[in-house]
């Protein structure tokens, strides 16, 4: 007799259980091979409803896998999303305890910050750029509830497209001057004070921008509005690095008010 594969409830609660337990389940598409990108942002919902139940509250949207860097770190092709909630917001400077994660990694990423309410709908370029009040730069702290980041693109997209923490500063006002500069504007990720990582705004769909706009019009195909004051977070400018306890990690940027952490030994 064939053994009943999981439902995606159920998957859903062996991802949870993993990142409260932070012991580490096996790729979601190994405990079900037929398991689609529907099924996987329907299991990606199920937990984000659960924590939204429990008093959370949706502060903001991530964009992950739009550089080409991080397409071929995890073998996909296509980026995802996830929903940022109050309780994985870090307001640098701050200090960070990498234990209560899995396998944590950083990434330095762009993040803009919504100044109205945008309805569901699809937006241009130009339209995007009238809805945005702040930019930053920021640093993503992924983690995966998967063992040893073995996983696809329906394993990240289930577990909240592997997101764990925002790591945001002060930012900076919006102005068309700045948003013409973001393509060609390098991000640099410093650890202990020298430069491990750095990419440029345009590893990001050419455009950090355009990240921003695939996630509305992503979300405003599924009928979901973005509320005024949401945090968009665009996407990695290069590949993810391993968060070290122990450490002094600063993103920065020509133009842009730097974000340091500490993270706990």
Do not use: C
């Not at 640098?92 to 803009?112: H, K, Q, Y």
């Not at 919006?174 to 500069?181: I, K, N, T, W």
């Amino acid at each position: 007799m064939t053994e009943a594969l999981p439902t995606l409830a159920e998957l859903a609660d062996a991802l949870a259980q993993a990142e409260a337990t932070r012991i580490p389940i096996a790729p979601l598409s190994q405990l079900r091979p037929s398991l689609t990108v529907d099924d996987a942002y329907e299991v990606q919902q199920i937990n984000v409803a659960k924590k939204l139940a429990a008093g959370s509250r949706i502060i903001g949207r991530k964009v992950g896998l739009t550089s080409k860097a991080m397409q071929e770190q995890l073998g996909v092709n296509q980026p995802d999303y996830g929903a940022i909630t109050n309780d994985m917001l870090v307001s640098a400077p701050a200090t960070v305890d990498v234990g209560v994660l899995i396998s944590s990694r950083v990434e330095g990423e762009f993040a803009f910050r919504t100044g109205a309410r945008i309805p569901a709908g699809n937006y241009s370029l130009a339209q995007l750029r009238e809805l945005i009040d702040q930019v930053y730069v920021s640093m993503e702290i992924i983690d995966s509830r998967v063992a040893d980041w073995k996983i696809g693109l329906v394993d990240t997209i289930a577990d909240n497209a592997s997101s764990a923490r925002l790591v945001i500063g002060e930012g900076v006002p919006a102005s068309p001057e700045l948003f013409d500069a973001l393509p060609g504007t390098q991000l640099e990720l410093v650890k202990d004070g020298e430069q491990i990582a750095a990419g440029p705004g345009s590893a990001v769909l050419g455009d950090p921008l355009l990240g921003a706009l695939w996630v509305v019009n992503r979300l405003g195909e599924l009928g979901q509005t973005i509320e005024a004051g949401e945090i968009i977070l665009a996407g990695a400018v290069h590949a993810s690095v391993p968060l070290t306890p122990g450490s002094t990690w600063t993103v920065r940027a020509e133009g842009f008010v730097s974000a340091t952490i500490e993270t706990a030994k």
